[in-house]
């Protein structure tokens, strides 16, 4: 081979590398930008009423029996939960929503070398997941309710595939006293209010009164800018009784600032779609008021702008 043949062999070579390496950086920008903007939608917070910092009893006792903490994690992707027993048995789960077989997954593991996996969906407001305890041989189904601030997890396993089911435990996660969390921070507090406040917006599309319930608070009012004021009482019958039916129903440019135990969320909501058949659409800017309770943050007030003037085509 020529000096001049092995000298262009090796420039190509570089050339080749280089663009070898743009492309990675292309695509791992392109990555990191899907991976941005992927978790947004409202179905990745479907199982948000679990995070916080929890003391766990067993459920009807007053005696606690381990510490728990679950935090979001990787962009708000993941759940990670750090599970502490009394009697020194320590477990974590990371618990992710799979958009491409529209499941919810969860990896637990101890410090004994136990190992479980466990899929579902939410049903009627309870996260549903369940597996097969491949140690035991037994199937598992696990329940997580939501409970005026609280959590309530309980499980069932089978031994015949199924047919009969008996209890495994029956847990409450109960919020820890946030004057005795000082690892808890204002940017803690600003994440579930957004996700809280996000997860309303998505239970009035879908007119889920049960969600929308447990979320607001018993005297929560609404004003509007013509004036017109709604309670509680008001906004379940109405999504009870399904006259309205959103085709969108989504916020923009989500603010949220925090003042000890109060919160305020400003949005731009875009709401679409028809109310006893006739089309309606319009965009209004809000602000939304939460107030942190023994119980959790609920949403106590809320004051909307009459709708915003329509952009020219």
Not at 6 to 18: D, E, I, P, Y
Not at 149 to 157: D, F, K, Q
């Amino acid at each position: 081979m020529s000096r001049l043949a092995s000298t262009r062999l090796k420039a190509a070579a570089v050339t080749l590398g280089l663009l070898c390496a743009a492309s990675s950086i292309l695509d791992g920008r392109a990555f990191a930008a899907g991976h941005r903007t992927s978790c947004a939608t409202p179905e990745y917070r479907e199982f948000d009423f679990w995070v916080g910092d929890w003391d766990v009893f067993e459920t009807g006792s007053p005696k606690k029996v381990a510490d728990a903490r679950v935090d979001r994690i990787l962009d708000g992707c993941v759940l990670h939960e750090d599970y502490r027993d009394a009697d020194g048995h320590r477990g974590q789960s990371f618990t992710n929503y799979d958009a491409a077989r529209r499941v919810w997954h969860q990896s637990w593991v101890t410090n004994r070398g136990e190992s479980l996996e466990i899929e579902g969906n939410v049903e009627r407001g309870d996260m549903v997941l369940g597996g097969k305890d491949r140690a035991a041989g037994t199937l598992l189904r696990g329940v997580w309710k939501p409970v005026n601030g609280a959590v309530r997890e309980t499980a069932v396993t089978s031994s015949d595939g199924g047919k009969t089911w008996k209890p495994w435990f029956d847990i409450v996660f109960r919020r820890k006293p946030h004057e005795a969390d000082p690892a808890r921070t204002v940017a803690d507090d600003r994440g579930l209010v957004a996700a809280l406040d996000t997860e309303y917006q998505a239970a009035v599309k879908t007119n889920d009164a049960s969600t929308m319930d447990r979320i607001l608070s018993d005297d929560f009012v609404l004003v509007t800018g013509s004036g017109k004021i709604y309670t509680k009482p008001d906004l379940l019958a109405e999504a009870r009784n399904g006259h309205v039916h959103y085709d969108h129903q989504e916020d923009t440019e989500q603010t949220v600032r925090i003042w000890a135990n109060t919160a305020v969320v400003t949005a731009r909501l875009t709401e679409i779609g028809t109310e006893d058949g006739k089309p309606f659409e319009y965009k209004v800017w809000f602000s939304d008021t939460y107030v942190r309770t023994p119980s959790g943050w609920r949403y106590v007030f809320g004051q909307a702008s009459l709708p915003l003037p329509k952009s020219p085509p």
